[in-house]
Nanobody, 121 residues
């Protein structure tokens, strides 16, 4: 089992930045690929970004490419999502997820409970 806890969400004005963190415990963190997803009210959960176990491979949704950066620190068992140039449409609950494979679908095995990000216009 892997337990995931997100933090760093909050309220920010459009154009601002936030950094989300996801702390993992349980099995060896460094053996898992990690992903970030988000779900806005009334919408389905969508892929945001993913990173391989080593950090050498990353993927981004087109909607966040160039604005968001996913990274990880295996020594701290933590994955990050740096979000810059935030837009109101980025408002959502953000979830981190872990799996043995680096996926862009929501088929990750382990999930956190989410952190709310609200971007005001």
């Amino acid at each position: 089992q892997v337990q995931l806890v997100e933090s760093g969400g909050g309220l920010v004005q459009a154009g601002g930045s936030l950094r989300l963190s996801c702390a993992a415990s349980g099995r060896t963190f460094s053996s898992y690929a990690m992903g970030w997803f988000r779900q806005a009210p009334g919408k389905e959960r969508e892929f945001v970004a993913s990173i391989s176990w080593s950090g050498g491979s990353t993927y981004y949704a087109d909607s966040v490419k160039g604005r968001f950066t996913i990274s990880r620190d295996n020594a701290k068992n933590t994955v990050y999502l740096q979000m810059n140039s935030l837009k109101p449409e980025d408002t959502a609950v953000y979830y981190c997820a872990a799996d043995s494979e680096q996926l862009v679908s929501d088929e990750y095995e382990f999930w956190g409970h989410g952190t709310q990000v609200t971007v005001s216009s």
